[in-house]
């Protein structure tokens, strides 16, 4: 069972910017008509945006984590979130996404690394690639 606490945990705006940004320009680059290359612009600005708000909403900024195998809890100001590690959850290098199944709801939380100490994101990616393996091997 691991407990930490997630503090400061701010959501990068980069990838965002720089996906949505190339996928402009090679629209762009390759559309011969004005009206093509400024509505694929606003498209893709519209879509950035879109999913901005979706990461944002589910990247809290603090909070209390506990994670106990494949079940977490999660607990802050705005909302309280309890259930089973999902097989969508994925560990990367400076983030978690976890794919939380409770009764009935389905909540994603983004944890970056410079959310918590170092030990405690080591611990949350082990307990995500644990709880995936299982998963796998259940099925």
Not at 80 to 102: D, F, M, P
Not at 112 to 131: E, M
């Amino acid at each position: 069972m691991y407990r930490f606490c997630v503090i400061n945990n701010k959501a990068d705006h980069k990838p965002f910017v720089v996906c949505f940004g190339l996928f402009a320009f090679c629209f762009c680059a390759f559309l011969t008509t004005l009206f093509t290359q400024v509505s694929t612009l606003l498209l893709s600005l519209l879509i950035g945006l879109r999913c901005w708000r979706w990461y944002k909403q589910h990247h809290p900024v603090q909070g209390t984590l506990i994670v106990d195998s494949s079940h977490c809890h999660f607990v802050n100001l705005e909302n309280e979130i309890t259930g089973k590690i999902g097989c969508k959850s994925r560990a990367y290098q400076h983030s978690v996404w976890l794919n939380v199944i409770g009764l009935g709801h389905t909540h994603w939380l983004i944890i970056n690394a410079n959310g918590c100490d170092k030990q405690s994101f080591i611990r949350l990616k082990r307990a995500v690639l644990a709880s995936a393996k299982d998963a796998v091997v259940s099925k």
